[in-house]
T-cell receptor, first 118, second 113 residues
């Protein structure tokens, strides 16, 4: 069975601080995909990144960066110089590689509520 | 603009009534999904559909039903058999077979009184 653990439930920082959101996953599959989504107060989930299990290169996109470490089954997300607009719930998710012709299913963590204070 | 629409945003029903939540997408996606979100629980999969006229149960399908008569539409019915229906419901779709990212609608907040 697949499992995603986001041990941090709530994080509060002051604007311009860096913050790291942790994600640890469990899977028996050798090929899998990891995702991060952002859920602002409006409620709609916004896709941030997808990473497959064969690509352990870190990813940077503006103030966002992701650190994938297969050895520790972690896929952590760092926001540099946080802003008030970063306040949201952040979800880490895991999907298997589906059978041919099938769509995968996502297993979500419970989410981390990030509050960035001005 | 392309996207996923869910209506209504807020829905109130009396206990014992069935209620249907709408989900429409104009992204030409094959797969569609319904999730339930409760505070502190993350998202849990209710039903998903890979193609028209076909759907499968997710992790918490009891008390729910769906249909997929058109590619664009995947309505979810919350039946009176669902013991704790008050929650935030999210619909999603994905563009191709495989481990593609899912795109989400704005959600419907259902409150059963």
């Amino acid at each position: 069975a697949q499992k995603v653990t986001q041990a941090q439930t709530e994080i509060s920082v002051v604007e311009k601080e860096d913050v790291t959101l942790d994600c640890v996953y469990e899977t028996r599959d050798t090929t899998y995909y990891l995702f991060w989504y952002k859920q602002p107060p409006s409620g709609e989930l916004v896709f941030l990144i997808r990473r497959n299990s064969f690509d352990e290169q870190n990813e940077i996109s503006g103030r966002y960066s992701w650190n994938f470490q297969k050895s520790t089954s972690s896929f952590n997300f760092t926001i540099t110089a946080s802003q008030v607009v970063d306040s949201a719930v952040y979800f880490c998710a895991l999907s298997d590689l589906p059978q041919t012709g099938a769509n995968s299913k996502l297993t979500f963590g419970k989410g981390i509520t990030l509050s960035v204070r001005p | 603009d392309g996207g996923i629409t869910q209506s209504p945003k807020y829905l109130f029903r009396k206990e014992g009534q069935n209620v249907t939540l709408s989900c429409e997408q104009n992204l030409n996606h094959d797969a569609m999904y319904w999730y339930r979100q409760d505070p502190g629980q993350g998202l849990r999969l209710i039903y998903y559909s890979q193609i028209v006229n076909d759907f499968q149960k997710g992790d918490i399908a009891e008390g729910y039903s769906v249909s997929r008569e058109k590619k664009e539409s995947f309505p979810l019915t919350v039946t009176s058999a669902q013991k704790n229906p008050t929650a935030f419901y999210l619909c999603a779709s994905s563009p191709w077979q495989g481990a593609s990212e899912q795109f989400f609608g704005p959600g419907t907040r259902l409150t059963v009184l």
